[in-house]
Structures are given as C-alpha cells and as structure tokens.
C-alpha cells in the first residue's frame, strides 16, 4: 500500500538514507526506532517533500509520489506530524486545524476530529501558542488528520511528554486507525510506546534498516541494544 | 510660528489640516496596506508599489474618459466605482503576472528582488511616458463630490476626503476581515509563520504567493484611485509616495494592520499640519527625524504581536 523502493536521501554529498524497502500494508502500525541522527526525520521529512529524495521511488497505492511537491503528497494522502509539532503559534487552535482542511476543500472541521480530542475542542479559540506541549501534539496531529490521509506519518511524537500521557496516544493513535482505517508510520525512540501500539518494529541505523519483525517475535534487549549507545 | 495666529484661527488651521492630512493618510493607508502585506507573506519590497498605484491611477483616469465621451451625463456620477473595481482587478492581475514570471524566481534573494522590481517600476513608468506622454492627467470630479462641507464658519473639510477616507476604512476592514476568517487568509498566515510546514499541511503555497501579491498589487491600485481625487496623475507620480509608504511600513511594525493604519495616521497628521507653518521640506525632515528616533527606541515598530514561539 506505501511502498518504498531502493530510496535514498542526501544532504549535498552526505547519504544519510540508502537503498532503503520498505512496504507497508493497509491499516498497518510500522515504529520505526533510531538513536538520534539515525536518519528518522531525514526519511519522514523526504517522505513529506519537505526535502528531496536522491534514489529510488515511493508509492502510495501505485501512485508514484516521487516527483510531487508537499502539498501534492497531502492531497494524495499522506499526513505529516512534525518533530517538535510545529504548529502555527499565533493562529487559534481551530484555525490550525482548518490549515488542515485545505487539500479536501472542507469548510468545516469534522466533528469527529474534536471527539477524538476533547481538550481541543474545549480550547478552540485558543492561539495554538499557549497550549502545552501534549496539547501541541494533539492538534499537530488533528491537523494532520483533516486532510482525511490514509497513511499518517508521526516524527517522534512522544517526545518532551510524560509517561502517562505517552499511554493515552497510543491509545488514541490506535483508535485512529481503526475508525479512520489509516496507516501509521512511526518514528520513535521509546520502546515501550512502540511496543504498545506498532504491528511491527523497524530499526534504523545509519540510514539503513538493521531489523524489521513483527511486535509478537519483537525482542526487547535486541532492540534495547541497538537504542543504547 | 503660532504667534501671528489668534486661538480661534489656529483651531481652525489644525482641524482643516487635520482633514487635509485625512486624504493623505488614505492613500498612505491603502499604499502601506498592500506593501505590507506582500512583505509580510514573502519577504519581498516591491518597489514598483508606486507605479502600481499609478497604474490604478491610470485605469481611473481612462474609465473616467470613457463615461464623458461615450455614456450619457447622467451616469457620470457613478465612473469612480466602476474605475476602482477595474483598477483593482487590472493592477491586480499584472502583480499576478508579475510574480509568476519574475519573482517566484528570486524568492530567498531580497537584493534580487529589490533590484528587479525596482528595474520594473523604470520600465512602467518609461511606459507610461510612452502612452499617456509625460504631461500630468486629471479627472473631473462628479458633481457629488466637489465642493466642501462646512462644520463651522472658519472650518470646511473638502467632500471628496470624507469619501476617500470611507472608502480606506471599508477597504481596510475588508482586508482585516479577510486576513482573519477567509480560508485564503488563514493560508496566508500559515505560510507566513511557517511556509514548509504550511506546504505539508497541504497548502499549496505557490498559489498563496501569487494572489497575495496579486492583492496586494490591486489593493495599491485602489489607492491609485484614490488619488486621482487628491492629486493629478503622472508617469513619476508615484515615486513621491513609495518612500513615504516605506516609512509608514517602518514605522507601524510591518505584521500588524494596527501598527499601520496608527503610523500612517501618525505620519499623514504630522506631515499635513506642520506643512501650513514649515516648508514641505522641513516638515518632511521633522517627521522623518521623530520616526528615526522613536524607531530607535522601538526597533521592532509602533505595534509587535507578543508570542510564546
Ligand atoms: N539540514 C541538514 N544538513 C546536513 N545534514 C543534516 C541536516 N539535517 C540533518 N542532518 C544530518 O543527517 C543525519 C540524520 O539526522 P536526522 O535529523 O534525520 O536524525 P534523527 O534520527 O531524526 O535524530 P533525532 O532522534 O535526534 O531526531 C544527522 O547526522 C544530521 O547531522
Ligand atoms: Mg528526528
């Protein structure tokens, strides 16, 4: 269903993902696990056109994205949850998600995306700015999920949120899937959070995948050692 | 300079100064509004904004011949409207066709884009030349909107001013509106904040470029209709108002309509008041040294939105 083929991204003259395969099937939950400067948001960002691919093609249900700009990709049905979330501060919080709504020519926010997150709802005229961290997150992905994607890509997105508040978007992520029928691609670097929602583990290193299996034969101190440095 | 006045003169003075400085302000507002709001969205001076106006100013003055020669009298009441919504739509489309074939290209280049467009306002203003000649136009004002009111006896405020200054606050909340609710608004924000990430929400960011420096463009057309009321129009006509907008820009802080429509109202005041007691000159000295120095004590402008980034 996404699909990548011998894909490779370069910054200059420096590979940093190679000869990557990769397929991901329908309503899927891949992790993608790295240790910092893996690679993890250089292979998310790519995938969202924010920077380009130098090798290989990515396709999403045969339709070859290699060649389309962001706002193409979105309309084809990718979602993107940046690292660090960037929303856009000084906008309210229903005006961030709108931004969402452009590729599907919607005026109105589904009701549904408030449903799955109550507090945004609650703090709509907000400027996005003023929320917390975990708020952030939860309208970085919201916004993501206006544009109705059928795969969804999360760079990191536990990152700087507590424990308790890591469980619940697991929980919430995989609610998402099962009620939007989405596929969800990943990138982390807690393994417990990765354990608890993917259908499969994939650890990157050095720009290439060193491990791929299914969450039931995944070994925790396998994965724990390629994690530590 | 007040002594050979007496008090009631003197009120006098400042209020129809005040007034005249209105007109003023208007174009200020509506010139400064479109620079702005292409400055904010893509980094870009446009420094052609002046031959714009003139352009808005230009279509105004040809609709106007239009309506004497071909229409019958009784519609010519009415050209102005019809010559702003041109004027809007005809600067806009060429500030359309401009970004497309020039300045998407220079994007991320600010000495690029200052050094063409100030190459485009040469060559519009030698088209000019070319087909309205060099000598200056005027249109005839309809018969509404000549002649004065008077408030008192000493004090009249000129009809056409109070129409162009209600023109400039329809227009300028149209545009805050706009800015605030309209879906191209909020795509104009989001690139303005954040323009990769405004692309992976599935904005399409190079159509955003284009019809806000489209609007832009049409917005200082509109001014340029205005000014045909106040001014009269020439192929360099432009020129003596783009550093006076660039300052107003400056001056206001160039993110908040606000900080603007306060700086331009600040800098048309002060300009049109101290002119009666000073030379142009000199007024013009004055206001620029007070703006030098309050921009001194303000770098970031008169208004600047607090944020937690
Ligand atoms: N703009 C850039 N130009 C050059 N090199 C870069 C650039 N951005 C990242 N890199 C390099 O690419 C490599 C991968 O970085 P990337 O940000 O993808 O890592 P990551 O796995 O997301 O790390 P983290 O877990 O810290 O977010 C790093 O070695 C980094 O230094
Ligand atoms: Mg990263």
């Not at chain 2, 200020?28 to 352009?55: D, K, S």
Request: net charge neutral.
């Amino acid at each position: 269903m996404f699909e990548l083929s011998d894909y490779g991204v370069a910054y200059g003259q420096s590979d940093v993902i190679r000869d990557l395969n990769l397929s991901v099937g329908k309503n899927e939950i891949v992790a993608i696990l790295g240790r910092n400067g893996m690679g993890k948001t250089t292979l998310m960002k790519s995938l969202i056109g924010m920077i380009p691919s130098k090798a290989g093609t990515v396709t999403l249900n045969g339709k070859d994205l290699s060649d389309l700009k962001s706002h193409e990709r979105v309309s084809a049905g990718v979602g993107f949850v940046p690292q660090g979330r960037m929303i856009f501060s000084t906008m309210t919080v229903s005006e961030n998600i709108e931004t969402g709504l452009t590729s599907t020519g919607e005026k109105k926010i589904p009701t549904d995306l408030y449903s799955l997150f109550p507090v945004l709802d609650e703090m709509k005229h907000r400027r996005g700015g003023n929320l917390s961290g975990g708020q952030q997150q939860q309208l970085a992905i919201a916004r993501a999920l206006a544009s109705n994607p059928s795969v969804l890509l999360l760079d990191e997105p536990t990152e700087g949120i507590q424990p308790s508040i890591i469980k619940e978007m697991a929980r919430t992520l995989k609610q998402i899937r099962t009620q939007r029928n989405v596929t969800i691609i990943v990138s982390e670097q807690v393994l417990s959070f990765a354990l608890d929602m993917a259908d499969r583990i994939l650890v990157i290193e050095k720009g290439k995948i060193v491990l791929d299996v299914p969450v039931e034969e995944a070994d925790q101190q396998t994965i724990t050692k390629y994690l530590s440095v | 300079m007040f002594a050979d006045y007496t008090m009631a003169e003197l009120t006098s003075i400042f209020a129809m100064q005040g007034f005249a400085g209105l007109i003023l302000f208007s174009v200020f507002v509506l010139m400064a509004l479109g620079l702005a709001i292409i400055f904010g969205q893509m980094g870009v001076i446009n420094m052609a904004h002046g031959e714009f106006m003139i352009l808005g100013a230009y279509v105004t003055y040809l609709t106007s011949n239009v309506f004497s020669s071909y229409l019958p009298e009784s519609l010519y009441g009415s050209y102005f409207f019809i010559a702003m919504i041109l004027a809007f739509f005809v600067t806009g489309a060429l500030g359309a066709l401009v970004e497309w074939s020039v300045i998407r290209h220079l994007y991320k280049r600010p000495l690029d884009t200052l050094l063409a467009t100030w190459g485009l306002s040469l060559i519009m203003q030698q088209l000019y030349r070319s087909i309205f000649g060099a000598r200056e136009v005027g249109v005839t004002l309809p018969d509404w909107l000549m002649g004065s009111y008077a408030i008192t006896d000493l004090i009249e405020v000129p009809i056409n001013g109070i129409f162009v200054m209600i023109l400039t606050i329809i227009i300028t909340v149209a545009v805050a509106l706009m800015m605030q609710k309209s879906r191209l608004g909020k795509q104009t924000r989001a690139v303005v904040q954040n323009r990769p990430m405004a692309a992976a929400v599935g904005i399409n960011t190079e159509k955003v470029d284009r019809l806000t420096f489209a609007l832009g463009c049409g917005i200082a057309g509109i001014a340029g209709s205005a000014f045909t009321m106040v001014g009269s129009t020439g192929p360099t006509a432009g020129q003596l108002y783009i550093v006076d907008t660039f300052l107003v820009v400056v001056f206001g802080g160039a993110s908040s309509l606000i900080g603007t429509v306060a700086s331009a109202f600040t800098i048309s005041q002060a300009q049109s008041t101290m002119e009666f007691f000073l030379s142009g000159s000199m007024a013009k000295v004055l206001t620029l040294l007070t703006v030098v120095i309050i921009l001194m004590l303000r770098p970031e402008g008169l208004f600047s939105l607090k944020m937690r980034r």
